[in-house]
């Protein structure tokens, strides 16, 4: 996507400007703004009301209480494409310890229920997030469940994934039944593209999926495609014990994201999930 000279003049910022495509994922259209007061992160989505980027916004604003983000400068439409301007932050190299530590920080931040106030509706799996009392029926009902049935529409499941699935199913209600499950602040998405360090070291988080729940769900995240050194876990503890039997919950969070995998890039994790499912 190029934008035009009248395009970028209606944006709410310190005229001349200059746009620089970047890599922003593969959801947004993204740019480097530089202007007079200097550079600006740009997100774009090509006609899409500026609803589109609530859920992020919100999201931002939620972590902000525990940790550093980049600031929120502007969201609107121009030309019916929905735009959303960040601050542009210089990146660096910082401390695993450190970043530990902020998410840390974040899970302390709690709530009465499990969910959000808005639904995530932009993404390719869209995810209700409707409050919920109970952990184990948000997780299952809102998270795992509509994951099975779209990997049934699109050929990805078979009777013998469903009747692993459905003993999984029941071992989280298990597991879960007797524990006092904290509605923690989560960043939804805890990868290794989902944080950076500035130019000056400070960890910073960014393009959130936030929700309330289970701290240990957010941490599953690392555990699958790396970029967590065992000084990040080492600060996280230290700051927030994990509860006895975190390390055998874990593949039932780690399930998540891999069926995410599966709709997504089709059966080249079948296997990850094949596994996780025969653990039971």
């Known amino acids: 996507m190029t934008l035009a000279q009248n395009w970028l003049k209606q944006l709410p910022l310190p005229q001349p400007l200059t746009a620089t495509p970047v890599s922003g994922g593969d959801i947004n259209e993204a740019f480097q703004l530089d202007s007079p007061e200097g550079p600006y992160f740009l997100l774009v989505q090509p006609q899409t009301p500026a609803s589109f980027y609530a859920h992020e916004i919100a999201g931002l604003r939620a972590l902000s209480q525990a940790a550093n983000v980049p600031d929120v400068i502007a969201n609107g439409v121009i030309n019916g494409d929905a735009y959303l301007i960040l601050e542009?932050?210089?990146?660096?190299?910082?401390?695993?310890?450190?970043?530990?530590?902020?998410?840390?920080?974040?899970h302390h931040v709690t709530a009465k229920q499990f969910g959000f106030d808005q639904d995530n509706l932009v993404a390719k799996l869209p995810k209700s997030n409707h409050w919920q009392a109970d952990w184990s029926t948000f997780y299952l009902n809102q998270r795992l469940d509509p994951l099975v049935d779209r990997a049934k529409q699109h050929q990805l499941w078979n009777p013998q994934r469903q009747t692993a699935y459905d003993r999984v199913r029941q071992n989280i209600i298990v597991e879960n039944q007797d524990r006092e499950i904290v509605p923690s602040l989560l960043h939804g998405d805890l990868w290794s593209g989902n944080y950076l360090f500035t130019a000056d070291g400070t960890p910073t988080l960014i393009d959130p999926d936030v929700l309330y729940g289970d701290r240990e769900f957010?941490?599953?995240?690392?555990?699958?495609?790396?970029?967590?050194?065992?000084?990040?876990?080492?600060?996280?503890?230290?700051?927030?014990?994990?509860?006895?039997?975190?390390?055998?919950?874990?593949?039932?969070?780690?399930?998540?994201?891999?069926?995410?995998?599966?709709?997504?890039?089709?059966?080249?994790?079948?296997?990850?999930?094949?596994?996780?499912?025969?653990?039971g």
Request: hydrophobic share 40%; aromatic share 18%.
């Open 88 to 106: 542009f932050l210089a990146t660096g190299h910082g401390s695993q310890y450190a970043l530990g530590q902020m998410v840390a920080r974040v």
């Open 218 to 279: 957010d941490l599953a995240m690392t555990t699958i495609f790396g970029g967590f050194s065992a000084d990040f876990y080492r600060g996280y503890q230290e700051l927030y014990p994990l509860a006895e039997g975190y390390a055998e919950r874990l593949p039932h969070y780690q399930l998540y994201y891999l069926l995410a995998h599966l709709n997504l890039f089709g059966e080249t994790y079948g296997g990850a999930v094949n596994e996780i499912l025969a653990r």
